[in-house]
């Protein structure tokens, strides 16, 4: 019986411990992170747990469903994650869990998450909220025996608190897509799944365009800050996914699949459920999928909107291949 608690360090076969690998993916929402952690947890010890960052507001205070279909609180999974990790969840004060988070991972407080000495009542609430997290990572790595957790969190903070987290060796799968397609996404309204009649809120161009920039840019950072970043693009991994997937085995040291992984057939991925906390509806979707560009903003976002986009983004865009109107397929900056 695995003990309950203790930091997020994973006792191998090999009855070795060491620290848990915890592939979080980043950048911006609408860029196709549901579909990515659905095929990369997917992979040979490989574990999905959809977005962790959420786990306190949606999974622990709204009682939001699993992507497996259960309620958070009737989920077997996430059950036992919480059994090992506190001896149930209910030992845990979640709201005062959720102040914390709010009080250290956000954008804003990224300069203090770099050097969150300077402040030394941060630096406390930082340690507090890394040592919580901990003890679920090194849960959820004993619970699904996989050695290799992948989080679709996307927010930069939360991969910056990540790289904070004792026992944790973090990876980061900067996943872009075209802002122009971002944009697109989050102006139309789209109902969330687990509450009917309720929409996701909706960003304008020039909003999408912001935190386009500000989000790629602050996960391409982390590199500087010794963190290993794959960077991938949404259009490059629906066109050829078994590609994009052993590059991510590659990153890991991992042999790639000659044939791919078993899941994909031909433009199709076989989908099973898997235990994910928030993202977009298609987390529960299970069976076969079309594996396809989503590439409706090019005749569906109005003129206007689409060259503000262009100009706003115009740099960074250039440089992740998004030249002209439309992605070049393949193409990735050197
Ligand atoms: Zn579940």
Redesign the pocket.
Request: net charge neutral; charged share 0%; hydrophobic share 35%.
């Given at each position: 019986m695995p003990r309950e608690g203790g930091s997020a360090t994973a006792r191998q076969p090999d009855g070795a411990t060491r620290p848990v690998t915890v592939l979080c993916t980043g950048g911006v929402g609408r860029s196709g992170s549901t579909l990515l952690v659905r095929m990369v947890g997917q992979l040979p010890h490989h574990v999905t747990i959809g977005e962790l960052v959420y786990l306190w507001e949606l999974g622990l205070l709204r009682d939001h469903r699993?992507?497996?279909?259960?309620q958070?609180s009737n989920?077997?999974?996430?059950s036992e994650v919480g059994r090992l990790a506190f001896g149930g969840w209910p030992a845990l004060d979640r709201d005062a869990m959720l102040a914390l988070q709010r009080s250290v991972a956000t954008t804003r407080r990224i300069p203090l998450l770099v050097v969150p000495w300077v402040v030394p009542s941060f630096r406390r609430r930082l340690d507090r909220y890394t040592e919580t997290l901990s003890r679920i990572y090194a849960a959820i790595a004993q619970v699904s025996g996989a050695a290799v957790i992948v989080d679709s969190s996307k927010h930069p903070a939360m991969l910056y608190v990540l790289r904070r987290t004792p026992g944790i060796d973090l990876r980061a799968l900067h996943l872009i897509r075209d802002p122009r397609g971002v944009a697109y996404s989050w102006s139309k309204e789209m109902e969330r799944p687990e509450r009917p009649g309720i929409t996701f809120p909706r960003w304008p161009a020039r909003t999408v365009s912001r935190r386009w920039i500000t989000g790629n840019l602050l996960v391409a950072a982390l590199a500087r800050l010794g963190v290993p970043v794959l960077r991938m693009r949404y259009e490059d991994l629906v066109q050829d996914p078994a590609g994009e997937l052993n590059r991510v085995l590659r990153a890991e040291s991992r042999r790639p699949l000659p044939d791919g992984p078993e899941f994909l057939h031909g433009d199709e991925a076989e989908l099973v459920?898997?235990?994910?906390l928030a993202g977009n509806p298609m987390r529960f979707r299970t069976g076969r999928i079309r594996l396809r560009a989503d590439e409706a903003w090019r005749s569906s976002l109005p003129a206007r909107k689409r060259r503000l986009v262009s100009t706003l983004t115009w740099g960074l865009r250039r440089y992740y291949g998004y030249t002209g109107p439309a992605p070049v397929p393949g193409r990735r900056p050197a």
């Open positions: 699993c992507g497996c279909g259960a958070f989920c077997p999974f996430w459920p898997a235990h994910t």
